[in-house]
């Protein structure tokens, strides 16, 4: 049985805007418009609900102490070695000499990150500290052919091929999510639409895909603290993006997002009605592109309640059986989902693939 889901953060909620069960791909089909719909209404009663309720539990406030037990289910890298709601009085980090810089990788220098924001969505509550070892980071989401290069090497088979669709937004059926018959990360929207350009970022993959491309190109899957430290420069920068605090300059958007009224109607004025070729929109400080918008990237963490690190005992919904998923994507609306801010986040689970999802690498320095 497969779990396919969508998250989409709107205003305070997480839109669960398509869970289905794979029982059987007629009753998939006659029932999918029903399912859409019901989870479109429980998202806005949600969302109207939620001003009475959004204050975060402040008894964790005075917390000094980390859930030991939480963290080990987090199964965060070695590059992480302190977690508090406290800036540490050691602000001392580990040097590594860094060496040649593997192909199309930047060096991301070590160092304390406040990781979420207080005047964030919930999900990014409360702010945290974290002392982060360096590591090197992919320049760029991996593209479709660096992805061709892993598919020629191994003949893996991805999910979206496996199960014989994946899910995009059908424009024909009024901006729902669909399962796409054919879609997969070569023709992103199905067959009937053009092939993926190859400095695109690959997209319908799943979080299994892109650990199965990760392992064999010797490298893995950032945790989200490793990613919002190199989202904030390697230096906690406290901007809402990581080249500043406006999505545009000089006129010219620094991202690819969605421009107008998610799901109606989007204008393209970026010049792009989905994904855009990697780098495009100019590099943060440390050299990165496409940080902010394009494709979410997977995470190898599941997504978790910030809160959670620092109280007893864990509670129900502290843990997502979701993987974490950041950077935002042409999809992001500042009414809608705003998921392109450094602190912003998503989730989906580790079988979804989506046409607006992909990844990028991290590797430890030895």
Not at 198 to 219: E, F, I, L, M, R
Request: glycine share 8%.
């Amino acid at each position: 049985m497969r779990l396919f889901s969508v998250s989409l953060s709107l205003m305070d909620q997480t839109f669960q805007g398509l869970i289905v069960h794979y029982f059987h791909l007629v009753m998939l089909r006659t029932f999918l418009p029903f399912l859409y719909g019901s989870a479109l209404l429980i998202s806005f009663l949600s969302c109207q609900e939620k001003t009475d309720n959004q204050q975060i539990d402040t008894s964790i406030t005075q917390a000094t102490e980390l859930n030991d037990e939480f963290l080990k289910k987090l199964n965060f890298p070695q590059t992480v070695s302190y977690l508090g709601l406290d800036k540490p009085k050691d602000t001392t980090v580990v040097k590594v000499k860094s060496g040649t810089a593997p192909a199309d990788m930047v060096y991301i220098q070590g160092g304390l990150v406040q990781i979420g924001s207080d005047e964030g969505l919930e999900q990014e509550r409360p702010s945290f500290w974290a002392k982060i070892a360096p590591f090197w980071m992919d320049t760029h989401p991996v593209t479709v052919a660096e992805f061709r290069k892993f598919i020629k090497a191994t003949n893996y088979k991805t999910e979206a091929e496996t199960f014989g669709n994946a899910g995009i937004i059908d424009e024909s059926t009024g901006q729902q999510w669909i399962l796409k018959d054919g879609a997969n990360w070569h023709h992103p929207m199905g067959p009937d639409f053009p092939a993926a350009a190859d400095d695109h970022p690959v997209t319908q993959v799943s979080w299994n895909d892109a650990n199965a491309y990760a392992k064999w190109a010797g490298k893995r899957l950032p945790c989200e603290l490793e990613w919002e430290h190199a989202a904030r420069n390697a230096r906690n920068s406290r901007t809402i993006y990581s080249w500043g605090n406006d999505i545009q300059s000089q006129g010219k958007y620094n991202a690819n997002i969605w421009q107008g009224k998610f799901p109606v109607k989007n204008y393209n004025e970026d010049g792009f009605a989905y994904t855009s070729p990697v780098g495009k929109f100019g590099k943060t400080p440390l050299g990165l592109t496409d940080m902010s918008g394009n494709v979410w990237e997977w995470q190898s963490n599941p997504k978790f309640n910030y809160e959670a690190l620092f109280r007893t005992p864990i509670r129900d919904g502290d843990l997502s059986p979701e993987l974490a998923q950041r950077g935002g994507s042409f999809l992001c609306e500042p009414g809608w989902c705003h998921g392109y801010r450094v602190s912003g986040r998503s989730s989906s689970t580790s079988e979804t693939s989506l046409f607006h999802v992909g990844f990028r690498c991290v590797k430890d320095i030895k």
